[in-house]
């Protein structure tokens, strides 16, 4: 007697499992799940705002409290003979020299004939140093080339700024550019195959470009993965849509110790990322 008791229990037991059970599942199908509010609030990026730009002596300067700048120029060896004291004592903070150039006719690679002499004038005289490479490169095989090259004539040197790469239109009156026909696609895979491979060699990268060449030439989404060096002249502020590392705002610029106009520059810094 005692146990069928038992066993009748046991079945009660597990039949109220069972409805309790299809009870949850039922109020899970009629349940209203309620929305999962998402967060659409975008983080935006801090901003140069151009109209802050302070102008002294024709040099930019720039300061607010997410960035500050640098003055610099770049330089090659059209500006020939250069007393880099008088440079530093200028202001100038920064440079950029040409390393080399690719021939827009012969497709061969030069050393820029100042470098040498500029990279240890600049260097002696304490003055922050990046270096740029002008590239005439017809395809992805070319623009390696003129990489390998780069990190050939740098070993033994330091420099202080990312390797930029300089790609622009060459206007010829006798023949044409080797770079006429070359698709917007290749050129920009040029690009990137030059800054992808420097970048593996441990060294910071940049491109320098201005707006037809940006508009025209370069497929910008994949671009201004990239800092940017953008060339605009005289205008208040670059007319591109995507951020600009350095601006360089002239061609014409007058630095004591330079015979010859100068390109001056302005390099937005954020400040958590200067190094003292």
């Given at each position: ?97 040409r390393i080399g150039r690719r021939g827009a006719t012969t497709g061969l690679i ?50 202080d700024l990312p390797v930029v790469y300089d790609c622009e239109e060459v206007i ?105």
């Open positions: 007697m005692k146990k069928n008791k038992i066993r009748r229990l046991e079945m009660l037991v597990a039949a109220l499992f069972i409805v309790f059970a299809l009870l949850i599942m039922i109020g899970r199908l009629f349940r209203k799940e309620e929305p999962i509010e998402e967060n659409t609030e975008e983080v935006s990026e801090p901003t140069i705002d151009y109209s802050k730009i302070d102008v002294i002596s024709g040099k930019y300067y720039y300061e607010d409290e997410n960035f500050s700048s640098s003055f610099g120029i770049d330089i090659s060896e059209f500006q020939d003979e250069i007393d880099w004291k008088k440079v530093k004592e200028d202001g100038v903070e920064f440079v950029y020299l030069y050393e820029d004939s100042k470098f040498a002499a500029n990279y240890e004038g600049a260097k002696e005289n304490g003055l922050k140093l990046g270096v740029y490479f002008f590239s005439q490169a017809k395809d992805e095989k070319e623009a390696l080339e003129e990489a390998a090259w780069v990190r050939e004539h740098l070993k033994g040197k330091e420099v010829l009156e006798d023949e044409p550019s080797r770079l006429e026909g070359v698709e917007k696609e290749q050129l920009t895979a040029n690009t990137i195959a030059f800054l992808e491979d420097m970048k593996k060699s441990g060294y910071d990268v940049m491109v320098y470009t201005y707006l037809y060449w940006a508009d025209t030439f370069y497929d910008m989404e994949q671009i201004a993965r990239y800092p940017i060096w953008f060339a605009q002249y005289d205008t208040e502020a670059p007319k591109l849509e995507w951020p600009v590392s350095i601006w360089q705002y002239s061609n014409q610029g007058t630095i004591n110790g330079i015979k010859e106009p100068t390109d001056l520059n302005i390099m937005f810094i954020r400040k958590n990322d200067r190094s003292e």
